[in-house]
């Protein structure tokens, strides 16, 4: 656990309170984050409020696309840092007085525990998974699994790595590019040296999370109608179902 702790605290100091230029460096990231939302708004309508918990929701990015696609939405958001949930609660605001949101400092897996059984109608996330360890990883998605109601639905947006080694290295290559350029254009060496050290984390064996053993590991743990709803380079938006 202490391991995980230190991956956790990757986005922690500098990476955490520039967390906001990654839409300028990765322009992929925000529109990955609205995929999720929208995803989720396409759940069929209920009486009640449709329970989703957000695994990691940093500076609240994706929690603003969720809240925003439909207003039966009640969300319960959890993130490890303290930097992140600081711009979170800013950012999220008018939510938080509204009472559709509650934001949680916590782990993944504590949180994950700490619900009962068949909870939630969804569970989102976007960029977080691939920041595991990819044993702390499967724990999480299991406990996922287990928090969905019968029918409910997983989305995961984030950097799935192609099975292809070559292709992954090469749009690695053209992503550290991008990195150099808009940052030292901007002259934010500090930040640069950050998101290189925590590309490095991303694409080491015990991390990288490859698109068919992702697939592969939901349709293990019992989820149906695992699927690849949107892929551009190394990002993608996948979706699973738990059985009705």
């Keep these: 656990m202490q391991a995980q702790k230190q991956v956790e605290q990757l986005f922690a100091g500098l990476i955490g309170e520039h967390y906001e230029l990654l839409k300028i460096i990765c ?38 696309a969720l809240l925003s696609g439909r207003d039966d939405i009640r969300l319960l958001a959890m993130d490890s840092e303290p930097t992140m ?5 800013r950012n999220l605001s008018r939510w ?13 897996l504590t949180t994950l525990r700490s619900q009962p059984d068949a909870r939630f109608d969804a569970v989102a996330s976007a960029y977080v998974l691939h920041n595991f360890f990819a044993t702390y990883r499967l724990e999480v998605l299991q406990e ?40 030292t254009r901007m ?32 349709r293990s743990l019992g989820c149906v109608d695992v699927a690849v709803e949107y892929r551009h380079g190394v990002n993608a938006v996948v979706t699973a179902r738990k059985p009705a």
């Design 187 to 218: 002259q934010r060496l500090d930040v640069l040296e950050q998101w290189i050290l925590h590309l490095f984390s991303d694409e080491s064996p015990d991390h990288i999370m490859r698109l068919a053993p992702a697939l592969e590991s939901l």
């Design 85 to 89: 949930l600081n711009q979170a609660r």
């Design 144 to 183: 996922i699994f287990r928090v969905l109601k019968p029918g409910g639905l997983f989305v995961n947006g984030d950097r799935y790595a192609l099975d292809d080694v070559r292709e992954q290295c090469r749009l690695t290559q053209e992503e550290v590019r991008g990195y150099f350029r808009e940052l």
């Design 96 to 108: 938080l007085d509204q009472g559709r949101l509650t934001l949680l400092e916590q782990d993944a």
């Design 27 to 64: 322009p992929s990231a925000p529109d990955i984050s609205l995929r999720v939302g929208a995803r989720v708004a396409e759940l069929p309508p209920r009486p009640d409020p449709i329970e989703v918990l957000e695994i990691g929701c940093g500076t609240g990015i994706t929690s603003i």
